[in-house]
């Protein structure tokens, strides 16, 4: 294969990845606060389309993993939540703190809903991830089967957000978890609290929805 069949290729593509990432957030930040000039946005949209060919000249298929990426390792550089790869990603960054998971992030304009506040499927997203993180965590990973989310008060853009999430109860193959948004300045003024119900796959589930993946997969 290729350029990154070394480990020192391998990092120096995901590095590569990430700086492709953070330009990419730049240029939607950039591109969704605009009042330039209307001839400027067309002139930025060509050089844009002009700069992206050579991207699309090698691309990989719906099943093929991307080559910088580790599955079963959990690297996912193109995780539209926490991938430094992903154009989308605001990007959530998650550790671990005992048997909490916390998160963190700050949302741009690209996220916004109502006027200067995130939309109310951005806090679910990243609720979602939060909660699936905190199931792989503790050792249960499973599929989001089910996800309340209960919208106390609006959440600012360009504000550092605390996000946390836990397992809160493990019932066979079923898993409930629990999360909260808040800002990082006030971590105990609840802004948006989520219950997700996630289920560990059965092995036939797993190979059903994943065995195309897996098969090809590194
Ligand atoms: C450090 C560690 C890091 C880890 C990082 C990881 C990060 C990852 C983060 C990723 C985060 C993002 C994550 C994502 O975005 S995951 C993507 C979004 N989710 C999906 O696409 C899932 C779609 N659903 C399915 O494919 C099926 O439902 C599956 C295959 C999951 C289960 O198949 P099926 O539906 O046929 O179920 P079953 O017959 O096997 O039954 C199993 C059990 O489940 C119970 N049940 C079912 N539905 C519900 C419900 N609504 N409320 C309560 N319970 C429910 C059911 O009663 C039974 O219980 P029991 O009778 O056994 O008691």
Redesign the pocket.
């Known amino acids: 294969m290729s350029e990154i069949e070394n480990g020192q290729g391998l990092q120096a593509r995901r590095a590569a990845i990430t700086d492709l990432g953070d330009a990419l957030r730049l240029l939607i930040e950039q591109a969704t606060a605009t009042e330039a000039p209307t001839a400027d946005l067309l002139r930025a949209a060509a050089l844009i389309r002009q700069a992206g060919a050579p991207l699309g000249e090698r691309a990989r298929g719906r099943f093929e993993t991307a080559s910088a990426d580790d599955l079963l390792g959990?690297v996912r550089l193109y995780n539209p939540v926490t991938g430094g790869g992903s154009a989308f990603a605001p990007p959530l960054e998650i550790h671990?703190d005992g048997d909490v998971a916390v998160g963190s992030c700050t949302l741009g304009r690209a996220f916004e809903g109502p006027p200067s506040f995130a939309h109310g499927g951005v806090s679910a997203m990243l609720l979602?991830?939060m909660?699936?993180?905190a199931c792989?965590?503790s050792g249960h990973?499973g599929?989001?089967?089910?996800l309340d989310t209960a919208y106390r008060q609006p959440v600012p853009l360009y504000t550092p957000l605390r996000l946390t999430a836990r397992v809160a109860a493990v019932?066979?193959?079923?898993i409930t978890a629990t999360g909260t948004i808040a800002t990082a300045e006030d971590p105990a003024s609840i802004l948006v609290r989520a219950t997700g119900?996630f289920?560990a796959?059965?092995p036939e589930?797993a190979q059903r929805?994943f065995g195309p993946v897996m098969g090809r997969g590194r």
């Not at 599929?143 to 089910?146: C, G, L």
């Not at 019932?171 to 079923?174: L, M, Q, Y």
């Open positions: 959990g671990r979602d991830q909660l699936g993180y792989g965590m990973p599929m989001t089967v089910q019932d066979r193959r079923v119900t289920v796959l059965l589930q929805l």
